[in-house]
C-alpha cells in the first residue's frame, strides 16, 4: 500500500513567513508524528497524535509552531513568522501500534 | 532526559569488511531499540528492533544487533558489507512506544 506521503517536498520562504507542512500517513495509521531534521542531526521529536489530539507537543520549540490533525488522518504543522533557524527538513512518520513508526519523504524548510 | 549516543559519525570499509556500528543510550529502564536506514535520495528505513526476548535480533540485508543491558548499548553489525550498505544508520530509543529519540546517526561509505 502507500506509504507516508509529505507535501510540499521542498519549501522555500523568506523569514517572517507563515508556512504550513502537510502529512499523509498510511492509512489506518492513528498514531502520527512530527520530527525535524537538522544537518549532521538525527531527528529530534516535535509533536505525537493519536487519532486527533496531540497526545505529547512537548518537542514543539516555541509558539510559533502548531500543528493540527482535525479529521484523525491528514496533519499540518504550521509555522509563524519563520526564522532562519526553522530551516531543517521536516520528518512525518505513522504508526499503527505505537512501536514502529513509518517515515515519510520528508520537506526540506529553508528559511532565506 | 533520554539520549542517544553513536560513536562514529563517518565510517569507510571497504567492500567484504566487517561493520560494527556502536550505539548507547542513557535511560536503565525498559526501552524499545531501534535502527533505521537511510539510503542516498531515500526516507528512514527501520533496519531492526528490539521490544524484548533473544537479545540479538535479526534484520533485513543481513544487518543484526545485539542488546546489552548492563552496558545501555544496542550496537549494529554485518560480516560482510557491500557497496549498496553506503547510507546513513540511525539509531533510535522509545521508553513508552511513543516518541523516539535518535542518535546523531553515523555516515557509511562503503569502497567498490
Known amino acids: 500500500g502507500a506509504g507516508v506521503s509529505q507535501t510540499p517536498s521542498n519549501k522555500v520562504t523568506e523569514k517572517g513567513k507563515y508556512v504550513e507542512l502537510r502529512c499523509d500517513p498510511i492509512?489506518?495509521?492513528?498514531?502520527l508524528y512530527w520530527y525535524r531534521q537538522s544537518l549532521g542531526q538525527g531527528p529530534e521529536f516535535l509533536i505525537y497524535?493519536?487519532?486527533?489530539?496531540?497526545?505529547?507537543d512537548s518537542g514543539l520549540p516555541n509558539d510559533r509552531f502548531f500543528a493540527v490533525r482535525p479529521e484523525g488522518s491528514v496533519s499540518t504543522l504550521k509555522i509563524q513568522r519563520t526564522e532562519r533557524g526553522d530551516s531543517a527538513v521536516y520528518l512525518c512518520?505513522?504508526?499503527?501500534?505505537?512501536?514502529?513508526?513509518?517515515f515519510g519523504p520528508g520537506t526540506r524548510l529553508t528559511v532565506l | 532526559a533520554q539520549s542517544v549516543s553513536q560513536h562514529n559519525h563517518h565510517v569507510i570499509l571497504s567492500e567484504a569488511a566487517s561493520l560494527e556500528l556502536g550505539c548507547n543510550y542513557s535511560?536503565?529502564?525498559?526501552?524499545?531499540l531501534f535502527w533505521y536506514v537511510q539510503y542516498p535520495g531515500q526516507h528512514l528505513q527501520l533496519l531492526l528492533k528490539?521490544?524484548?526476548?533473544?537479545?540479538l535480533v535479526k534484520g533485513i540485508k543481513g544487518f543484526e544487533a545485539e542488546f546489552i543491558k548492563s552496558k545501555f548499548s544496542f550496537n549494529l553489525r554485518k560480516p560482510s558489507v557491500q557497496w549498496s550498505d553506503t547510507a546513513e544508520y540511525f539509531c533510535?530509543?522509545?521508553?513508552?512506544?511513543?516518541?523516539?529519540?535518535f542518535g546523531a546517526g553515523t555516515i557509511l561509505r562503503v569502497k567498490s
Open positions: 512518520a505513522s504508526s499503527l501500534t505505537g512501536n514502529e513508526q513509518f
Open positions: 492509512s489506518g495509521h492513528t498514531a
Open positions: 497524535f493519536q487519532g486527533t489530539g496531540a497526545a505529547d
Open positions: 535511560y536503565g529502564g525498559t526501552v524499545n
Open positions: 528490539y521490544f524484548s526476548g533473544d537479545p
Open positions: 533510535a530509543v522509545t521508553e513508552y512506544g511513543n516518541k523516539l529519540v
